[in-house]
């Protein structure tokens, strides 16, 4: 058995306090808001993907390689813009070189039966662990995973005015002291809008 400690924050904290500085493994929970923007905490990451996404492979394609993440999705296929910002998301990591572990889980308000969302997202949850697993058990590119920090760093002081310098260093204190104790680590990063109603779409 392998012991991973994990931490659980919004996605723009991840840009914005910890800069960028990916883990070996990260799980995303978001859904959309309004007309397929991203939630409330969510919105830088957003617009990274987004710059991702338009600069395309030829430029981006190995940006994030050595990262490797988990993703649930939530929304409602009543509205016309239905898990466009978990796509967007999804499709920005994938471009840049990241590797998505499990299927990419799409829990939808308005499904009924086998695909009620709860139980849509609880299968998620007991189907991840497995898949979860397979990716700590090989062996980890430290070099890659280093410089995925640094040129994602450096998109973000392309993509917003107030980025303020490059990925902090192992030696910093806080998190990234606790990063370099354990060579498995795994932020957990949750960016969901609210329970309900209109935020999911």
């Known amino acids: 058995a392998v012991s991973v400690p994990a931490r659980h924050m919004q996605l723009d904290d991840f840009i914005e306090a910890e800069r960028a500085r990916w883990t070996r493994i990260v799980v995303i929970v978001t859904s959309s808001y309004g007309v397929g923007q991203a939630p409330l905490g969510c919105y830088k990451f957003r ?3 987004d710059a991702v996404n338009e600069g395309g492979k030829d430029k981006y394609g ?3 390689k050595g990262v490797t993440y ?3 999705g939530l929304g409602d296929s009543k509205y016309t813009t239905f898990f466009q910002n978990p796509t967007a ?3 920005g990591l ?3 070189g990241a590797i998505r572990v499990g299927p990419l889980g799409k829990a939808d308000a ?3 039966g086998k695909d009620a969302q709860l139980d849509v997202i609880s299968r998620w949850i007991e189907g991840i ?7 700590l058990a090989k062996p980890i590119d430290e070099g890659a995973l280093e410089e995925a920090r640094r040129s994602t760093a450096s998109l973000c002081s392309e993509v917003f005015d107030d980025f303020e310098g490059e990925a902090p260093s192992p030696s910093d204190g806080g ?3 606790a990063l370099m104790l354990i060579s498995v680590p795994v932020v957990i990063s949750v960016a969901l809008a609210a329970a309900k109603g209109s935020l999911f779409r």
């Open 175 to 177: 998190m990234l002291s």
């Open 94 to 96: 994938q471009t840049a």
């Open 129 to 135: 662990w497995a898949e979860l697993a397979s990716a």
């Open 89 to 91: 998301i999804n499709n």
């Open 62 to 64: 190995s940006m994030m």
């Open 47 to 49: 617009d990274l993907c």
């Open 110 to 112: 308005s499904g009924d």
């Open 70 to 72: 988990a993703m649930l």
